[in-house]
């Protein structure tokens, strides 16, 4: 059951921006290095639902859209947003013109603020005045931009647009958003919302935490940030969030080096990352080590059922890979329980004597046509396993790639074998998330053809499905052990 935050501050409503009618873009010239032609294009390329307007000083069209003198042009409650490609010279005014017409949100993309020194102080304060005296929420400056996938928005003036899914992003780096939204793309894990903060004059971190903890298009946050200005506010608004959906944090200066990096990137110190550690422990913030691990954590909260205990089975059809799996548990809160007595009788009438007898349970190579979902339904919903990790993904559709690619096909019965194995990942791929629907308990699929081969048809399943693939099974190690912690401190909190 999802909550809603609990912080006696209201939230702000961003729909404006996430969601808009339309939208303005300023600084719109045909030189395709431009910030405005670069948003332009992305708009378009996305598929954007509501109107465009393109403002700028050039006459004439580009890429097919006539380009407006000024913004008095529009026509008045045709945009609630506008996105500032323009110097900070002249934004105030633009900001001020744009409400006029009924805009309710902006984003700056432009720098010379705050990171300019003295004078862009002042021209940022002075931003945010009139955005307030307004009563447009403002993103940025020196952002890099906003995507919403249900409004097919991409105003952004970097790549790429990512696959629809649960998952809203913030990010105190541009470009970490680009890196996040890359992920994406090649898990098959789709977006919601993403937006660079850039310089949060107006709204920070926390404030699109908030937004997105009541919006319906999301499951999950993930966070990445590098400073906090009023430690106890944040962990007040971050505790009340994560009540709601959880939260996916990775800090960058977290080392010395990284910290005295973070404050010349970001222009405010970095906080020390003891206390900020405990703070994400104590507001039930799940804290990843590097943007790849927050990347894999989100998505697996946001396509698994979160787990009700920490007891794990592996399913594996090779032996190595599950005892690497048990290997990566140590030192979590994973338990690799031995097998209950009465799931190995049920598995002993499906397997061959010399399978492993025992968790991991190794089919030793004798499996059938459908020994895996089998046996995939009777571990996940067995009342004394919480969670299933099935390696072994891919190895049929290797095979079948090989012979695929090999002098031989389609000659003496190789299309008919390749057929079949490639058939059965794509079982084994459906089956996974098939069983984690029907009983409640997450099933994560681990294999390193999610990187190494993501076409064959085990994880090109996974990936049409929106649905996380792991490329080792430390790295899905990993992730359960994030959702059973957050399972944990929700269930410490009676949520």
Known sequence: MTRRPTSSRPTRDLSALFDPRGVIVTGVSSHPGKFGFVCLHNLLAAGYRGEIFPVGREPGEVLGREVLGSIDEVPAGRADMVFVCTPPSLNEDLLRAAAAKGVRAAFIAAAGYREAGPDGIDAERSLVAAADELGIVLAGPNGQGVVSTPSSMCAQIVAPYAPAGNIAVVSQSGNFVS???????????????????????????????EWFAQDPETAVSLVYMESVDDGRVMFERLRAVSSAKPIVLVKGGASTAGAQAAASHTGALATDDAVFDGMCRQAGV??????????????????????????VVVVTTVGGWGVAAVDAMAGTLLDPIPLPEDLRTEIDKLLPPRWSRGNPIDMAGGETRDTVPEILEMVAGHSEVDAVLFLGLGIQSNVAAMMRGGPFFPDHSLRRIVDFHETQDTRYAQAATAVAERTSTPVLVATELANTRPDTPGPATMRAAGQMCHASAGRAVRSLDLMVRHARWRSARGI
């Open 179 to 209: 890196s996040l939204l890359n992920m994406a793309h090649l898990s098959g894990v789709g977006i919601s919302r993403a937006v660079s903060a850039g310089n949060a004059a107006q709204l920070g971190v926390a404030d699109y935490l």
């Open 286 to 311: 799940i804290r990843a080590r590097d943007p790849e691990e927050a990347f894999e954590a989100a998505a697996s909260l946001a396509t698994q059922p979160l787990p009700s205990g920490n007891r």
